[in-house]
């Protein structure tokens, strides 16, 4: 590690210190070879002063149990039908993972336990369907929690609860992680899988909000894995309950814990609750921001250079995106209301965030303005950024004949000769 990632690292130190963590892992996480490394990491954050609880699953083992003892599994991920064979496979299941993770985390110097946190009642009976001994949480101890966070001790949660006569349920793990981050105010829900191919998912972004998160749910209902979606409709009930992000890694990357939490790029998806990105109005300060994001762009010739006395002149033409209070995007929006157009101009994203959809939302932002103030058409000059124009943002190429024309002689004397593109706004 140099001392450039060393300084990022620290960056993030008095945002999480005395933040509470919540760790949520599919039973497939601690089978993995990764997972002493995964203890490892968990045992930086505890050294930051970050309050960890865990909460794990156990199908993967209960379906290698199942298969051993010819038992025919009722539901193994505790959103269905429980029946008392399931129950007792998911009671052994669970107890092998716990002491799994106990020793893993005595390896790492970690001191952990395990609480009887949950309080659950059945189910019931839903669309007539009886789901025997599955459970629905009805309270997390968040005193008896607080109490372990308080002296050093991580708690880890499993996915099985008892109602106040002692009765045993199973609940769905990654409702358990929703329900100890929303009562306890996590700040950030961590799930770690071992069985979601990510790099597979070609329209998973690496930044949902809420809203694309739900509209990602609509869209692959029936096309992608149910535990993927399980992850993603835990994250929105997460993100609506008041945890601000939500993390999905996969355990199989070396250090994902870790390069996710603590650089800007990350190496998962994250979901998380609106305002986290913005777009707005630049301001003064921000004009030696716009000059270094932009200045690869203008040596790799793709906008023409501008200085710092350019964008002032115009500051009211340009918008900056921010993620987590960084400058990561902009745009300037020219304006020609004589004649009812505008320039899409000054299109730049940060390199560690390009194929993120961050200059779609940039364009589209630019979109909104222009209709709200009456102007009729976009248009943007494009030496090398022609496919994105047309195939991203839905730009059509026209001539420079279409230009207003001061903009036109301004295009003549460049000498450049970009494409013309033209965008309708009504």
């Given amino acids: 590690m140099n001392f450039t990632n060393l300084r990022g690292i620290l960056t993030y130190v008095p945002e999480f210190r005395d933040k509470i963590f919540v760790i949520a892992m599919d039973g497939a996480v601690v089978t993995h070879e990764n997972f002493a490394n995964l203890a490892l990491d968990l045992a930086v954050l505890r050294s930051l002063s970050v309050r960890v609880i865990v909460v794990h699953g156990v199908g993967h083992q209960m379906r290698e149990l199942a298969v051993e003892r010819s038992v025919p599994l009722s539901s193994s991920d505790g959103t269905g039908p429980t029946d008392a064979a399931s129950l007792k496979v998911s009671l052994t299941a669970s107890c092998q993972v716990a002491q ?13 336990a395990l ?12 669309g007539g369907v009886n789901y025997l001994l599955t459970g629905r949480i009805e ?39 929703v329900a100890i981050a929303e009562t306890l105010r996590a700040v950030k829900l961590i799930y770690l899988s071992g069985e979601i191919d990510y790099a597979k998912e070609t329209d998973l972004a690496r930044q949902l909000s809420v809203s694309e998160a739900e509209s990602f749910v609509h869209r692959h209902a029936n096309t992608t894995s149910p535990l993927l979606l399980s992850k993603l409709s835990h994250s929105i009930a997460a993100c609506r309950s008041g945890v601000r992000r939500i993390h999905l890694l996969d355990i199989r990357i070396d250090e994902a814990l870790l390069s996710e939490l603590f650089s800007q790029v990350g190496v998962g ?3 998380y609750a609106e305002g986290y990105e913005s777009i707005r109005k630049a301001q003064k300060k921000d004009v030696r921001s716009i000059l270094q994001l932009i200045s690869q762009s203008v040596d790799a010739a793709e906008l023409l250079p501008r200085t710092r006395q350019n964008i002032l002149a115009r500051l009211g033409d340009y918008y900056v995106l921010e993620i987590d209070r960084g400058l990561v995007g902009c745009v300037a929006l020219h304006r020609f209301p004589e004649f009812s157009q505008a320039e899409v ?3 730049s994203v940060a390199r560690v965030y390009e194929n993120q959809g961050l200059g779609r939302k940039l364009v589209h932002f630019a979109h909104s303005v222009a209709r709200e103030e009456g102007i009729r058409q976009l248009f943007a000059l494009s030496a090398r950024t022609y496919n994105f124009f047309t195939q991203k943002v839905g730009f059509r190429e026209g001539t420079p004949d279409d230009l207003p024309p001061s903009r036109r002689l301004l295009y003549e004397q460049s000498g450049r000769r970009s494409k013309v593109l033209l965008k309708q706004v009504f």
Avoid: K, W, Y
Avoid at 100 to 112: K, N
Avoid at 139 to 160: E, K, M, N, Q
């Fill in 139 to 177: 309270r997390v101890d968040a005193a008896f929690l607080h109490d372990l966070l308080d002296r050093g001790i991580v708690p880890i949660i499993s996915p099985i609860g008892s109602d106040r006569e002692g009765n045993l349920f199973r609940v769905n793990s990654d409702a358990v992680a």
């Fill in 100 to 112: 799994q993770i106990l020793a893993a985390f005595g390896a790492a110097d970690l001191r952990a």
């Fill in 269 to 271: 998806t994250m979901v």
């Fill in 345 to 347: 101009a000054c299109l």
């Fill in 115 to 126: 609480p009887n946190a949950l309080v659950v009642h059945p189910f019931g009976i839903v």
